[in-house]
């Protein structure tokens, strides 16, 4: 089937499979950072944005996206890099491969949420697994990153 799409901000046409997933359009439109990992969208490692909405791409099907605008981090390399920054200032980057569903997650947050508690945050980004980190250092990070504008 042919499908359209947008794909950071691009026009795109493919032609998939009908029980093509998502993640799998991506990686072979080059889009590296969607990463494969439990493949049951428990772990975050695939996230993407879909209309502006993050989701597991591993568990969508790549015809969905027909007529619909899919982000990755691809497209928000000055974004990531900048809370990459603070991840690092909270020694909290670790072996880094969750990082880019983690980062998308936090972007989302950020536009999603106002000003987010603790509690919000972790709820948020519960569906994100790292195997590196206590989440502390992550959560300083996000926290200092979300009030970098406001100096608390």
């Not at 029980?19 to 991506?26: A, E, T």
């Not at 989302?108 to 790292?130: F, H, Q, S, V, W």
């Not at 250092?137 to 970098?148: D, F, S, T």
């Amino acid at each position: 089937m042919n499908i359209q799409f947008l794909l950071n901000g691009m026009p795109v046409e493919a032609d998939v499979a009908a029980d093509m997933l998502l993640i799998d359009l991506l990686r072979e439109k080059g889009c590296y950072s969607v990463k494969r990992g439990c493949e049951t969208a428990n772990c975050g490692l695939c996230t993407v944005w879909l209309d502006e909405k993050p989701v597991p791409s591993c568990s969508i099907l790549a015809a969905r996206v027909h007529k619909h605008a899919v982000i990755t981090l691809e497209c928000l390399q000055e974004e990531a890099e900048e809370f990459g920054r603070f991840l690092a200032g909270e020694g909290a980057e670790q072996c880094g491969f969750c990082s880019p569903g983690f980062i998308m997650n936090v972007l989302a947050m950020e536009k999603e949420l106002t000003d987010p508690t603790e509690e919000e945050i972790r709820e948020y980004l519960a569906g994100n697994l790292c195997r590196c980190t206590g989440y502390m250092g992550q959560l300083r990070a996000i926290r200092k990153y979300l009030h970098r504008k406001d100096g608390r």
